[in-house]
Structure formats: structure tokens, C-alpha cells
């Protein structure tokens, strides 16, 4: 079953390190989300990518988060001098096409799982 | 900015009760609305969706949700449900952000828990 794979599915840092989340997504899916999930809150939306391209990035914090899905390789979410707030579950999902109309499907992944000690 | 409103933040039943799940969202334009499952340690799966046309829509597993457009509300709703659908349930909404894309906007969730 080639769905959206994230990895890691459990990431433990320090304050201060680097946290890294990959997201490889469905096959032929060219277009990649990122979301939010702190505890006891819905999923938020941080940021679209397209090949190459960042589309939307207004769910993303102005400092330390970054973003990118390279033409080749999965779609990294990077988090610079993580701090305990930070720790959260990011889920990345896919779509095969812009959702312009609002009418496609997003395919989630399991999620990753940050823990900042 | 959307915002969508989940009231029940865990419901406990018996299996076989009925189950009915409220979500209403604050976007007065066009939207689409979607409930996702997400059962524990797996991945948010589609449960169901209204794009247009019957407002009463029916997903997988036996559920359905009613679009009510003058109420702002797609509720989620099961005749009787199993432990199996133990889980969390997201509902959400595909509205243009402003940004130049659609954005899902999900509530907060609702666990259910059945109790057999």
C-alpha cells in the first residue's frame, strides 16, 4: 500500500536541536501539506508545496520552521532550536492535483511525533 | 479566517447506540466538507464527503452526515455503532485561504469510545 509515509514516526529532541520530518507522498502525488497537531487541537494547516515550490506557507511560524520538497526526495519539514512548545504530531498528506477547486482529497500519513524534552 | 466547531470532545456509548456527532463551521461561501477517522495509532482516513448535490451523504462503514446549509452544520451520524468504530473523528472544510489555495480546516476532534 503506497500511501503517504512519514518518517520518523516518533522524534525525541532536546531544546535547542534540529528536528527534521520527512514525508514521502502517494506515488504520481505531486502536491504536499503539512499540518499541525498540538494536544487537544484539531490539525492546523502550516504549509503547501508543490514540486520545488512552496504555494502557501501561511500556516507556518515566521522563525526557526522551514520547509521543502525538492524535485527529487521525500518533502522535509525542518525545525530549528526546537523548544518545548514545538512538541506536537505533524501530519503530512498528498493530493495528485492543485485542490483550486476545492474538491480534491487529501491522503494523510500516520504523523510524526516531536517530543522537545 | 474559518473555524469549525466540534461539541463533543469524548462521547461514550454502549454498542449498538446511535451516535450523532455535531460540527458546524463559520464560512459563508462555497465549501466542501469532509469527516476523516482517525482509529488509534493509524493514519486519518476519509470517512466521508459533500462536494454538492444530496445534502445527506453517506461514507463508509455505515455513516452518513447531513449538509445543512442555513445552519452552518454537517453532522456525523451512525443508526448503531460498533467497538470497532472506536477512534477520533475530525470533521473539516475546504475553503479558499486567500493565500492563493484551498486550506482544509479541521475542528478539534471528538474521540468516541463504544463500550461493548
Known amino acids: 500500500n503506497a500511501g503517504v509515509m512519514q518518517n520518523p514516526r516518533h522524534l525525541v529532541r532536546r531544546r535547542g536541536q534540529e528536528a527534521r520530518l520527512r514525508c514521502s507522498p502517494v506515488?504520481?502525488?505531486?502536491?504536499v501539506y503539512w499540518y499541525r497537531q498540538l494536544p487537544e487541537e484539531g490539525l492546523k494547516f502550516m504549509v503547501y508545496?508543490?514540486?520545488?515550490?512552496?504555494?502557501?506557507e501561511s500556516g507556518m511560524p515566521k522563525e526557526r520552521f522551514s520547509a521543502e520538497f525538492p524535485k527529487e526526495g521525500p518533502s522535509i519539514l525542518r525545525i530549528q532550536q526546537v523548544v518545548r512548545g514545538d512538541s506536537a504530531a505533524y501530519f503530512c498528506?498528498?493530493?495528485?492535483?492543485?485542490?483550486?477547486?476545492?474538491?480534491?482529497?487529501?491522503?494523510f500519513g500516520a504523523g510524526s511525533r516531536l517530543t522537545v524534552l | 479566517a474559518q473555524s469549525v466547531s466540534q461539541h463533543n470532545h469524548h462521547v461514550i456509548l454502549s454498542e449498538a447506540a446511535s451516535l450523532e456527532l455535531g460540527c458546524n463551521y463559520s464560512?459563508?461561501?462555497?465549501?466542501?466538507l469532509f469527516w476523516y477517522v482517525q482509529y488509534p495509532g493509524q493514519h486519518l482516513q476519509l470517512l466521508l464527503k459533500?462536494?454538492?448535490?444530496?445534502?445527506l451523504v453517506k461514507g463508509i462503514k455505515g455513516f452518513e452526515a447531513e449538509f445543512i446549509k442555513s445552519k452552518f452544520s454537517f453532522n456525523l451520524r451512525k443508526p448503531s455503532v460498533q467497538w470497532s468504530d472506536t477512534a477520533e473523528y475530525f470533521c473539516?472544510?475546504?475553503?479558499?485561504?486567500?493565500?492563493?489555495?484551498?486550506?482544509?480546516?479541521f475542528g478539534k476532534g471528538t474521540k468516541l469510545s463504544v463500550i461493548p
Open positions: 498528506a498528498s493530493s495528485p492535483s492543485t485542490i483550486s477547486s476545492g474538491a480534491n482529497v487529501l491522503t
Open positions: 506515488k504520481g502525488h505531486s502536491h
Open positions: 473539516a472544510v475546504n475553503s479558499y485561504s486567500g493565500a492563493g489555495s484551498y486550506q482544509l480546516t
Open positions: 508545496l508543490q514540486k520545488e515550490n512552496i504555494i502557501d
Open positions: 459533500y462536494f454538492s448535490g444530496d445534502p
Open positions: 464560512y459563508g461561501g462555497t465549501v466542501n
